[in-house]
């Protein structure tokens, strides 16, 4: 019948479990988790990419009131800035102040102006040299250097390289070079700048584009930009202002460990144009440790599982479930508003139903503690069955370790006769104990030793162990186990070496002042259980006889300074140290004249004296 119960109850939790629909929802909940961690990252990023990147409305006015202000003195003829070295120099030496300001407001890696006044083809038939002027800053989030030390110049023209006072990249090119790769690198400069010829009421603002990962020409830094065309008061079109963030700085804003805790999961940053399937994304940055990251391929298709959650696939066949969020970079009814920027958060499943797994485990825990609690009930029941066996047993546990066996009679034979073992082996147990304490008492070395069992409370304690220490005092105070930690806590303040051998024995060595030197004591302690067992002994003269020998291994007996042997272990212990020792020694020799003549004339006692 108990067991028949105890299956009824197995099975009413499993059913409850599987019919409440606990875990489907947690699985909705690791899903809610996971969207809103995607939702909160794309958030951080679109807001960094539309107010703070993209946010070049003071440069823009500025380098129009530049611009305007060269128009009206002469200085700047229209139509002629991108191709006359005289005056795009002039225009560029004063914007360039603007462009590291613009840098240092917007925490970009990079900011950039070309000048340009012709309608770029919808293909380059040919390379085109730009000039322009562009600044890189690889880590905007470190400690800005006086002077630019911080700057690196990646386009300038030759002329204006040394009065900007910026030291110029390994890469620096005097112009910008555009090679007709109008899908990506060129793209930042080609499309905005095409926007506001096509459409000159669009104004800048709107016709501003967030380019794709792309590199410089001849570099392979791979970057995104943002750039927007420059668009004098009289609509004139004469170039394009933009800023980058290296990708390599994007990928610490993207912390794909916080999404989970095994190192698996990615950040997917991603776009998807009009003609792209809802479904599709093509990756520009992964940060994470996806298959993405070196496969190369230029989309990825999402099997959609349920609203908001896709499911795709990489290497080695394990499924991850993907949750996006859209960054909204463009308004709406603008050139490239089809653009759509898209942010990824992909999980391993087995990562992202980790509660599930586990709520399971603990649910077969819980069953087997069930069935062990109930076998163990039923074992309960049959000693209570039992009762002279159980009050025998009382009867020992209750017995003073330290004083005979005595139990009563129950009458039963064969419990009779256990007992009358149980007080015989309780009076041998006592007589060696007696001559164990006898047998310390009569060695050469003074000992102590103690044993403290923590199941009954017991103390067993020699009656020199505090004599070993050199304080007998303390053993007046020693009632129990508790008082006897107390005293001993008294005395863990003399504690000068502490070895632990394995997780059952420790040594500890106590160093006692003495009122005409101190007193070494070697305290051995094995842990087994909730039994302490211990035992202490002088080892004063082991310990002086070891310095003695340590002293007359390292000195020289007449003199009493170090010996060679010592002098070379210390010289090369600290030579060993080389450069981090950050000090500087001297060697000093001493040759005594003459010491041959003095100890044959006078004899080898006037030599010594000379030494």
């Known amino acids: 019948p108990i067991c028949l119960l105890l299956t009824v109850q197995v099975a009413v939790l499993i059913g409850g479990v599987y019919f409440s629909g606990l875990l489907e929802r947690m699985d909705e909940n690791a899903y809610a988790v996971l969207d809103?961690?995607?939702?909160?990252?794309?958030?951080?990023?679109?807001?960094?990419?539309?107010?703070?990147?993209?946010?070049?409305?003071?440069?823009?006015?500025?380098?129009?009131?530049?611009?305007?202000?060269?128009?009206?003195?002469?200085?700047?003829?229209?139509?002629?800035?991108?191709?006359?070295?005289?005056?795009?120099?002039?225009?560029?030496?004063?914007?360039?102040?603007?462009?590291?300001?613009?840098?240092?407001?917007?925490?970009?890696?990079?900011?950039f102006v070309v000048l340009n006044t012709q309608t770029f083809p919808?293909?380059?038939?040919?390379?085109?040299?730009?000039?322009?002027?562009?600044?890189?800053?690889?880590?905007?989030?470190?400690?800005?250097?006086?002077?630019?030390?911080?700057?690196?110049?990646?386009?300038?023209?030759?002329?204006?390289?040394?009065?900007?006072?910026?030291?110029?990249?390994?890469?620096?090119?005097?112009?910008?070079?555009?090679?007709?790769?109008?899908?990506?690198?060129?793209?930042?400069?080609i499309r905005p700048y095409n926007a506001a010829v096509e459409d000159p009421s669009l104004g800048w603002e709107n016709a501003g584009y967030w380019a794709a990962p792309h590199t410089l020409s001849g570099d392979n830094i791979r970057l995104i930009s943002y750039s927007v065309p420059l668009i004098a008061p009289d609509g004139t079109v004469y170039g394009v202002l933009g800023v980058d963030i290296l990708e390599d700085y994007l990928l610490r804003?993207?912390?794909?460990?916080?999404?989970?805790?095994?190192h698996g999961s990615a950040y997917i940053l991603g776009v998807r144009g009009a003609a792209d399937p809802e479904a599709s994304v093509r990756p520009q940055v992964v940060s994470g440790p996806v298959y993405l990251a070196a496969s190369g391929f230029s989309t990825v298709y999402l099997e959609k599982e349920s609203a908001g959650l896709y499911m795709l696939e990489r290497g080695g066949g394990e499924e991850m479930y993907v949750c996006s969020a859209v960054l909204n970079l463009?308004?709406?009814?603008?050139?490239?508003?089809?653009?759509?920027?898209?942010?990824?958060?992909?999980?391993?499943?087995?990562?992202?139903?980790?509660?599930?797994?586990?709520?399971?485990?603990?649910?077969?825990?819980?069953?087997?503690?069930?069935?062990?609690?109930?076998?163990?009930?039923?074992?309960?029941?049959?000693?209570?069955?039992?009762?002279?066996?159980?009050?025998?047993?009382?009867?020992?546990?209750?017995?003073?370790?330290?004083?005979?066996?005595?139990?009563?009679?129950?009458?039963?034979?064969?419990?009779?006769?256990l007992a009358g073992s149980i007080e015989t082996l309780s009076d041998e147990v006592l007589r060696a104990g007696g001559k164990f304490t006898q047998i310390l008492e009569m060695a050469s070395v003074r000992m102590g030793g103690f044993e403290v069992d923590g199941r009954d409370g017991t103390l067993f304690l020699t009656d020199q162990f505090f004599d070993v220490f050199g304080r007998p005092e303390l053993a007046s105070t020693v009632r129990g186990p508790q008082s006897?930690?107390?005293?001993?806590?008294?005395?863990?303040?003399?504690?000068?070496?502490?070895?632990?051998?394995?997780?059952?024995?420790?040594?500890?060595?106590?160093?006692?002042?003495?009122?005409?030197?101190?007193?070494?004591?070697?305290?051995?302690?094995?842990?087994s259980s909730s039994r302490w067992t211990g035992l202490a002994e002088d080892i004063t003269s082991d310990r002086m006889s070891l310095e003695r020998m340590?002293?007359?291994?390292?000195?020289?007996?007449?003199?009493?300074?170090?010996?060679?042997?010592?002098?070379?272990?210390?010289?090369?212990?600290?030579?060993?140290?080389?450069?981090?020792?950050?000090?500087?020694?001297?060697?000093?020799?001493?040759?005594?004249?003459?010491?041959?003549?003095?100890?044959?004339?006078?004899?080898?006692?006037?030599?010594?004296?000379?030494?």
């Open 484 to 527: 006897f930690e107390r005293a001993m806590d008294a005395l863990h303040v003399y504690v000068t070496e502490r070895e632990k051998t394995d997780d059952e024995h420790t040594e500890y060595i106590f160093c006692m002042p003495e009122p005409d030197g101190v007193r070494w004591v070697r305290m051995r302690l094995l842990r």
């Open 253 to 262: 804003l993207l912390p794909y460990d916080e999404l989970s805790e095994d």
């Open 122 to 189: 919808q293909e380059l038939s040919e390379s085109l040299q730009l000039p322009g002027l562009y600044l890189r800053d690889r880590d905007p989030s470190a400690h800005t250097s006086a002077g630019n030390g911080d700057l690196l110049l990646e386009r300038a023209p030759l002329e204006l390289v040394l009065g900007l006072g910026i030291a110029m990249d390994s890469n620096w090119k005097p112009m910008f070079v555009l090679e007709g790769d109008t899908a990506r690198a060129d793209a930042c400069l």
């Open 550 to 611: 340590e002293y007359e291994r390292d000195h020289d007996v007449l003199t009493e300074l170090y010996n060679r042997r010592a002098f070379k272990r210390m010289a090369l212990a600290l030579l060993a140290r080389g450069p981090q020792a950050a000090c500087v020694g001297a060697l000093v020799m001493l040759d005594l004249d003459n010491l041959k003549y003095i100890n044959d004339t006078y004899g080898h006692d006037m030599g010594d004296a000379y030494i």
């Open 330 to 417: 463009y308004n709406t009814n603008t050139p490239f508003a089809d653009d759509q920027w898209v942010l990824l958060g992909a999980v391993p499943g087995r990562t992202l139903f980790a509660l599930k797994h586990d709520t399971l485990l603990i649910m077969l825990a819980l069953l087997a503690s069930i069935v062990l609690t109930s076998l163990v009930t039923i074992l309960i029941t049959v000693r209570s069955v039992s009762q002279p066996i159980v009050k025998l047993a009382a009867e020992v546990r209750a017995t003073d370790p330290a004083a005979p066996a005595r139990l009563q009679k129950t009458d039963i034979t064969e419990l009779d006769a």
């Open 36 to 111: 809103q961690r995607v939702q909160s990252r794309a958030g951080y990023l679109e807001d960094d990419m539309v107010r703070r990147w993209s946010n070049l409305s003071l440069t823009q006015e500025v380098l129009g009131e530049l611009y305007e202000g060269l128009v009206q003195d002469g200085s700047v003829t229209p139509g002629e800035l991108a191709s006359d070295p005289a005056q795009y120099n002039a225009f560029l030496e004063q914007a360039a102040p603007e462009l590291v300001s613009l840098m240092r407001t917007n925490s970009v890696t990079g900011a």
